[in-house]
């Protein structure tokens, strides 16, 4: 099946640190990459999507300038979380669709938990 | 705005008991239907996949879909407490954009 890698899987770090995440589709191109966000028993909430090659598309309410997002790559989209603080930590996971797939159902990644102390 | 509905519960059925998780979705053209699992702590996973109406059979997952109501259920047989998790609802949203995701329902399997 389908696999969409994501690490690291636990960042803890200062605050003003920036962090990188990365994600991965192993054995699919995804054109189209996209980046959640949540926290202790709430929904996802999508932040982002990656188009690969050109800007991501950011939902209302997410700075772009925070969160970077680089899709260099059928198969890699990194989101960068710049001067973390506090208010960043949260759990993050990437999402990819698979085109050779009926519908192109999504496949996440494991999640990165971030920890700004 | 396109929207998927689903009950947040907690829905809690004993061990051996048939689980029905319900999910309901505002584009009528939508075509293809997901269901997905979250456990505590980790990230979701796909177990589902519906396209017609009727009923899709999966171990003892059955998935069925009624588009003229709009309606997409889940059906858990033989519930057992591994299967206590969150399960999304999930819409296509169209090319290039992300699935609609229904905000989930907590299934709580007693022992």
């Known amino acids: 099946g389908a696999v969409v890698s994501q690490h690291p899987s636990w960042v803890i770090c200062k605050s003003g640190t920036s962090v990188k995440i990365e994600c991965r589709s192993l054995?699919?191109?995804?054109?189209?990459m996209f980046w959640y966000r949540q926290f202790p028993k709430q929904s996802l909430m999508l932040m982002a999507t990656?188009?690969?090659?050109?800007?991501?598309?950011?939902e209302q309410g997410v700075e772009k300038d925070k969160f970077l997002i680089n899709h260099a790559s059928l198969t890699l989209s990194t989101l960068t979380v710049t001067s973390a603080h506090p208010e960043d930590s949260s759990f993050y996971i990437c999402?990819?669709?698979?085109?050779?797939?009926?519908?192109?159902?999504?496949?996440f990644g494991d999640g990165t938990r971030l920890s700004i102390l | 705005q396109k929207e998927v509905e689903q009950n947040s519960g907690p829905l809690s059925v004993p061990e051996g008991a048939i689980a029905s998780l319900n999910c309901t979705y505002s584009?009528?053209?939508?075509?293809?239907f997901f269901w997905y699992r979250q456990y505590s702590g980790k990230s979701p996973e796909l177990i589902m996949s519906?396209?017609?109406?009727g009923d899709k059979e999966d171990g003892r997952f059955t998935a069925q879909l009624n588009k003229a109501s709009q309606y997409v259920s889940l059906l858990i047989r033989d519930s057992q407490p591994s299967d206590s998790a969150t399960y999304l609802c999930?819409?296509?949203?169209?090319?290039?954009?992300?699935?609609?995701f229904g905000k989930g329902t907590t299934l709580s399997v007693s022992s």
């Open positions: 519906i396209y017609s109406n």
């Open positions: 990656s188009n690969e090659g050109s800007k991501a598309t950011y």
């Open positions: 999402s990819a669709r698979d085109p050779g797939q009926r519908g192109q159902p999504q496949h």
């Open positions: 054995d699919f191109q995804a054109t189209t």
């Open positions: 584009d009528r053209v939508s075509q293809s």
């Open positions: 999930a819409v296509n949203g169209g090319s290039g954009t992300a699935l609609i």
